[in-house]
């Protein structure tokens, strides 16, 4: 496996090619152009995203130039056929040219035949980001994480070891005040055999803004 080193020219690149595809087409401003930059700056193989109809497309054309750039291999989560048919349509009208692979599934069933994810983003909008999150099989030399949206009013609570596999280790982590809000953690690499100090258990509450469900995830 290739560990994770930080490649400046790459990321700027990325960042640039991405700024061009998206000609101010689209309401995300700069998560989509910073999140290019860290999966290509980082050289990520393998960059992972949820995906659901009706999100906006931006931030898959950043992740889908990024992995162009690492000649690596971008995926893309999607929960129904509806979505991949939103998902393939929405990319072609963005004109962007992309070997995307785009998986129909719940979140435990796809993420399990996923291993060595380098980079992962989930819209902490969606209702299984945290199930998204914790059945990643992230890259044993280290890992990249992102969830956008992070000032969505219905979250609350958060907190990166209540939503992933527990014994991951979280090298450093920080909150972006870029469009709604970006967390962003590292995960560092494999610890093997060394034994993690257990964090405490926390809840987290869903809202959804547009059926007023509210859900709770324990980490």
């Not at 099989?137 to 000032?151: F, I, M, W």
Request: glycine share 10%.
């Amino acid at each position: 496996m290739i560990q994770m080193v930080w490649s400046q020219e790459i990321a700027s690149k990325a960042y640039l090619d991405t700024v061009k595809e998206l000609c101010q087409n689209f309401k995300e401003p700069g998560v989509s152009e910073f999140l290019s930059a860290m999966a290509a700056g980082w050289n990520s193989k393998l960059i992972v995203e949820s995906w659901s109809y009706g999100s906006p497309i931006a931030t898959s054309v950043g992740l889908a130039v990024a992995a162009r750039h690492t000649c690596g291999r971008h995926v893309c989560v999607v929960p129904d056929e509806r979505s991949r048919l939103g998902y393939i349509k929405a990319m072609e009208e963005a004109g962007t040219v992309s070997s995307t692979a785009v998986i129909v599934g719940e979140a435990e069933e796809v993420m399990e035949g996923l291993h060595d994810v380098d980079f992962l983003v989930v819209d902490l909008k969606r209702k299984d980001f945290a199930r998204v999150l914790r059945c990643a099989k992230l890259n044993h030399d280290g890992a990249v994480l992102a969830c956008k949206n992070a000032c969505h009013r219905g979250i609350s609570g958060f907190r990166w070891h209540g939503v992933l596999e527990k014994g991951t280790r979280v090298v450093r982590s920080l909150f972006l005040p870029v469009g709604q809000g970006l967390h962003v953690a590292h995960a560092g690499a494999n610890s093997g055999g060394v034994r993690i100090k257990k964090c405490p258990s926390r809840w987290i509450k869903y809202i959804d803004h547009r059926s007023g469900e509210e859900h709770v995830f324990r980490g």
